[in-house]
């Protein structure tokens, strides 16, 4: 694949920031710049009459279709949640929708032979895997808030500026429109409280409350709740899905980690969930406090065992 020339990049970038509404390797989503939007980050999501989920269903909502908020309601129900958003016809309740924004970026002219992170900074970017014998096809999507390693900007599908990702679960490579991503600086993600000794800073998990504590000096210095495993299911290989409970030392963190299958060609509804942001290992097994972008659920257990949080807090 050729580089980019600085007179490619200059008329290139022009018409990224200038045509979005006329290339169809992007999703149509021009039109919500300006509004409160959440996506359906499940398979489908009821619209309810009122904000109860023993209201009549007067509507469904699918997977990754954006939806207008009107407003925040709290209700009485449910009471670990009880957030629910006004919308068109009626109300959907917080659990499976994902708070979005849509702000879009000047691509780089270059990336840094060692890389860089960015982060999506919309509903979601179709990636596209270009493939010698196929051309350009869809794999991945990447959604709002997921962090990836980009390595490269090269002309993509439209000829547009697009970042080549490092897929780091099976050293895959893939594209998405440079508009998409945001690059992450250096300041973003340098350690918090650098001055604190590690062995004065600690992490408490309370299982039974779904709440994370943050001490520093025996001080609280955070705290938010959390949704741990979910308990009494198989996952990967037969592994249990409970979190486990014990003493443990962050092993490794990964502000980038593709969780479940790698797998190019899976479907959206697959269990598959590249760049999953912010993860801090605390077992060899590969449970990890980290960012979601799947769930709106905080506060009852939602995971394989992982310790999911929200991105900002992660």
């Not at 705290?223 to 592994?239: D, E, K, M, R, V």
């Amino acid at each position: 694949m050729r580089p980019i020339s600085r007179r490619d990049f200059l008329k290139l970038s022009a018409l990224a920031l200038g045509g979005l509404a006329f290339t169809p390797f992007l999703p149509e989503i021009t039109e919500f710049e300006d509004v409160n939007l959440v996506r359906v980050a499940t398979k489908s999501v009821s619209v309810y009459r009122g904000p109860t989920d023993q209201s009549l269903i007067v509507g469904t909502w699918n997977r990754d279709e954006l939806v207008n908020v009107y407003a925040e309601i709290t209700a009485d129900e449910p009471k670990y949640n009880p957030v629910w958003y006004r919308v068109w016809g009626g109300y959907m309740h917080r659990a499976r929708l994902q708070r979005v924004k849509i702000h879009y970026n000047q691509p780089l002219t270059v990336v840094p032979e060692t890389g860089l992170l960015a982060e999506v900074t919309v509903p979601y970017s179709q990636a596209y895997h270009n493939s010698p014998l196929d051309g350009w096809q869809t794999t991945y999507r990447l959604y709002y808030g997921s962090v990836h390693w980009i390595v490269a900007v090269e002309p993509g599908p439209d000829g547009q500026p697009w970042y080549r990702i490092l897929d780091e679960l099976d050293e895959a490579t893939y594209h998405a429109p440079a508009i998409h991503l945001r690059p992450i600086s250096p300041e973003e993600i340098a350690p918090i409280s650098p001055d604190v000794p590690l062995e004065k800073k600690r992490i408490e998990v309370a299982l039974n409350t779904q709440t994370l504590t943050c001490y520093e000096y025996d001080q609280v210095v955070f705290q938010t709740n959390i949704s741990s495993g979910i308990a009494g299911l198989s996952g990967a290989g037969g592994a249990s899905t409970n979190t486990p409970a014990s003493n443990f030392n962050i092993i490794v963190k990964m502000p980038s980690k593709h969780m479940g299958e790698a797998n190019l060609a899976a479907g959206i509804d697959d269990y598959v969930l590249p760049g999953v942001p912010w993860c801090s290992f605390f077992t060899e097994e590969g449970h990890a406090f980290h960012g979601t972008y799947w769930h709106d659920n905080f506060g009852v257990p939602m995971s394989h065992g992982c310790v999911n949080m929200r991105i900002e807090e992660a």
